[in-house]
């Protein structure tokens, strides 16, 4: 009997890998996914730590389940962060919760599930094992399209003040290449194109190498690029005291790497990353930059950035808004401070008063809009190849992505799912491009393997 399964999923790219995962571990029991949480058998949260605000999320939510649940009986499971981090407090404040499983142990899914069923009482699973929750996946069973995630590291070990992700997620740990490129061929023989790389802090990559040695992530990087029919290789997210010699090198000699770089920063003052332990200067941090375009002229950067973290001045924030203005990114992503229980930041003196925080919030966003704004607009008129992802709104309309990964939208383009198509690009917007096929264009393009090198102009076809 084919039960339902409705997983809702808060949070980064690797909480989206992980949900996928759990809904294959789930087929053998029966379930199948499902469309909303009333007509569902299983429920389950998979959770983020990060803010306060992604918690509180979580806590709503489970009081909008609780009627569902009072109705039909279902189960109920809490996974992920929050989890790992506020287990027995979502037992106390929410007790009609059946599992709760940190992001180690989703691999014992099945297991936790089926004792729920038959004991009838809550599941609490937040240890981390030893072994590798990896070694006791199955293979993914269905199709994800042209573009998939592919977690290959896990943890950190850099205790930034403010982070409670060496708490939930772990020290540091690598999947070992082969593992990795077996998952990866798997997915490019069902039709992936493009793989997005994920890790806490990906670019420490260390895995272990069929020669026993440990690989970097430029040399995954490249073993990938030899899979055939994957084209377009991305990775997120990087922490700038771990990106090598090779890596950059890697953005110079790889067609496959994609010209697009998330590389977090969080502030522009020296005072600020000395509080927040991130072992950097903002002048390493810019020369690296510079060194990153050196190698790769047409690149196009995002970073996160917290704005109002404790003791943060106007002269603070003033140089985080000067490190914007030097490097121009393409997007970007930025918060208020959000202090996190356990967290050396949480017990710092000299907090922002709120208004002056959501101030200063408000200056960047503005800040970082213009820069997003201007690059997409300055990619009307160019040609760029197009990876089709999806289906849009109107009728025929496509979605894909650019190298430098904006959305763009194509009509009359719908038959071209899965295919990497070059596109002119009509018109830029805050949040994505406008394209248009050309007359004689519309086959898709070989590899990028297969192309001759072509300009770094930014916006350019990338080689």
Known sequence: MTKRLFIKTYGCQMNVYDSDRMAELLAPLGYAPGDAPETADLVILNTCHIR??????????????????????????????TAQ??????????????????????HRLPELVARASRAGGAVLETDVPVDSKFDHLPEAANAPGPSAFLTVQEGCDKFCTFCVVPYTRGAEWSRPVAA???????????????????????NA??????????????????????????????????????????????????QQLMPYLHL?????????????????????????????????P?????????????????????DTLDLVRRVGYASSFSFLYSPRPGTPAATMAAPVPDEVARSRLHALQALL??????????????????????????????????????????????????????VEIVSGQQNSLTGRLPVATEDAMPPLRQRATASRAVGATPA
């Open 52 to 81: 306060e605000k992604a918690s509180e999320k979580v806590y709503s939510e489970l009081g909008r389940l609780r009627p569902i649940k009072e109705a039909r009986g279902c189960l109920i499971a809490v996974a992920g962060c």
């Open 205 to 254: 990559y260390n895995g272990e190498g069929p020669d026993g040695r440990r690989s970097s992530l430029a040399h995954l990087a490249a073993a990938l690029a030899e899979i055939p029919g994957l084209d377009r290789i991305r990775y997120t997210t990087s922490h700038p005291n771990d990106f090598s010699d090779d890596l950059i090198a890697a953005h110079r000699d790889l």
């Open 180 to 202: 990795v490129l077996a998952e990866a061929r798997d997915l490019a023989a069902r039709g992936v194109r493009e793989i997005t790389l994920l890790g806490q802090n990906v």
């Open 298 to 318: 047409d690149l196009a950067l995002s970073s996160d950035f917290i704005v109002g973290f404790p003791g943060e001045t106007d002269r603070d924030f003033e």
């Open 264 to 296: 977090p920063v969080q502030s522009g003052s020296d005072r600020i990353l000395r509080l927040m332990n991130r072992r950097h200067g903002r002048q390493a941090y810019l020369d690296l930059i510079d060194r990153i375009r050196e190698a790769r």
């Open 369 to 422: 809009t213009n820069q997003q704004v201007a690059f997409n607009a300055a990619q009307a008129g160019r040609t760029l190849p197009v990876l089709f992802e999806k289906r849009g709104r109107h009728s025929r309309q496509a979605i894909g992505r650019s190298p430098f990964l904006q959305s763009v939208h194509v009509d009359d383009a719908d038959h071209l799912i899965g295919r990497i198509v070059e």
């Open 85 to 106: 981090a506020e287990g027995a407090e979502i037992l106390r404040r929410m007790p009609f919760v059946d599992v709760v499983v940190g992001p180690q142990s989703y």
